[in-house]
C-alpha cells in the first residue's frame, strides 16, 4: 500500500502523489467574456428569492447528474460556507432513498431538478412539476427553474471545456 505525502515542489505547490490533473480544454469565459459576464448576471437573478442551502443543494444535485467535478467541488464548498451539513451533501447522491434528511420542499425541488436536468423522456412529469407547485409560490417556482436551468448551462460549459475542480473558495464567483 502506497501512502499520498505532501510535498513542496520547486515551484512552490504541494505535491499529493495523486494522478496529475487533466488540462483545461479551452478557457471559455476569457474568449467569451460576454457570455461568461452575461451568465454571472444570469445565475446572481435566478438565486434571487432562494433560500441559499436549497440552492446550493439543486445545484450539486443537477452537477452530480451532470458530471460536472468542477461545479461539485464549487457548489458543495458553497453548500458547506452556507451553513449546510456534509451528512445532506453526502446523502444527495441517494436522495429517493435518503429522504429524512430533506424536508418536503426540499426532495420536491430536488425532484424537479432532476426532471428539468434529465429530459431522457423530453418532458418533465406532471407530477414532478405539481409536487414543487404544491410547495413553492408561482414566483419562488420559477426562481428555482431558473436556478436549475442556470445550473446546467453552467455544467455544460464545465464538461465540455474540462474545467478542473478543487481550487475553488468560497466567495471567490466572477
Given amino acids: 500500500m502506497t501512502t499520498n505525502t505532501d510535498e513542496t515542489t520547486t515551484d512552490g505547490t504541494q505535491a499529493t502523489g495523486y494522478a496529475a490533473e487533466p488540462p483545461v480544454r479551452l478557457n471559455w469565459s476569457q474568449h467569451a467574456p460576454d457570455v461568461y459576464k452575461a451568465m454571472l448576471r444570469l445565475d446572481t437573478a435566478a438565486r434571487r428569492g432562494l433560500d441559499p442551502k436549497l440552492y446550493e443543494l439543486v445545484k450539486i444535485r443537477a452537477s452530480q447528474l451532470n458530471h460536472c467535478a468542477f461545479c461539485l467541488d464549487m457548489h458543495t464548498k458553497d453548500a458547506l460556507a452556507a451553513g449546510e451539513s456534509v451528512e445532506r451533501i453526502v446523502q444527495l447522491g441517494a436522495w429517493e432513498e435518503s429522504r429524512h434528511f430533506y424536508t418536503e420542499k426540499e426532495l420536491a425541488a430536488i425532484g424537479l431538478t432532476e426532471a428539468v436536468t434529465v429530459l431522457t423522456d423530453g418532458f418533465v412529469p406532471d407530477e414532478v412539476y405539481e409536487k414543487a407547485a404544491a410547495h413553492f409560490e408561482e414566483a419562488e417556482l420559477a426562481q428555482l427553474i431558473s436556478a436549475i436551468a442556470v445550473i446546467n448551462t ?8 474540462r474545467m478542473t475542480p478543487g481550487h475553488y473558495r468560497p466567495g471567490q464567483h466572477g
Wanted: glycine residues 12%; charged residues 10%; contains cysteine.
Fill in 154 to 161: 453552467w455544467n455544460r460549459f464545465g464538461v465540455t471545456c
